[in-house]
């Protein structure tokens, strides 16, 4: 069980951040953080993501929104990347910030918007087989 939910996690974090940031974070894994890695393979990507009680559209607006709430930058970009294969539009980002700003404080609505504009003028910029 555990190898197919870490196949089917793999396989649904490559779809959802693209393989590009996978290969590299794959890359970059070593003896001291293996265990953790997969166990985030497995637990988020092959558990959480997989489950067809929320769209991933859903639960990339939720998990943007949670990054953004705690102040994790480098995941919130990262997520933000990810709208593109997630179906969160830019509009439901905007919306989903807004919550955030007026639930979590303006402060982090004011850093999400920022790294938000960033992530969207890089995508924006981005020519097609540039990848990710």
């Given at each position: 069980?555990?190898?197919?939910?870490?196949?089917?996690?793999?396989?649904?974090?490559?779809?959802?951040l693209?393989?590009?940031?996978?290969?590299?974070?794959?890359a970059?894994?070593?003896?001291?953080?293996?265990?953790f890695q997969?166990?985030?393979?497995e637990?988020?990507?092959?558990?959480?993501?997989?489950?067809?009680?929320?769209?991933?559209?859903?639960?990339?607006?939720?998990?943007?929104?949670?990054?953004?709430?705690?102040?994790?930058?480098?995941?919130?970009?990262?997520?933000?990347?990810?709208?593109?294969?997630?179906?969160?539009?830019?509009?439901?980002?905007?919306?989903?910030?807004?919550?955030?700003?007026?639930?979590?404080?303006?402060?982090?609505?004011?850093?999400?918007?920022?790294?938000?504009?960033?992530?969207?003028?890089?995508?924006?910029?981005?020519?097609?087989?540039q990848?990710?």
């Amino acid at each position: 069980m555990t190898e197919n939910r870490f196949e089917q996690g793999m396989k649904t974090r490559r779809s959802v951040l693209g393989d590009p940031h996978v290969d590299r974070a794959s890359a970059s894994v070593t003896e001291f953080d293996d265990f953790f890695q997969r166990y985030i393979t497995e637990n988020v990507w092959g558990t959480v993501w997989t489950n067809p009680a929320l769209s991933r559209r859903e639960r990339s607006i939720i998990t943007i929104s949670l990054m953004a709430a705690l102040g994790h930058e480098e995941e919130l970009a990262m997520h933000l990347r990810a709208t593109v294969n997630t179906g969160a539009s830019r509009d439901d980002i905007r919306e989903a910030l807004m919550h955030v700003a007026i639930y979590a404080g303006i402060p982090a609505g004011n850093t999400a918007f920022r790294i938000a504009k960033q992530v969207f003028a890089e995508l924006d910029h981005k020519k097609p087989d540039q990848g990710e």
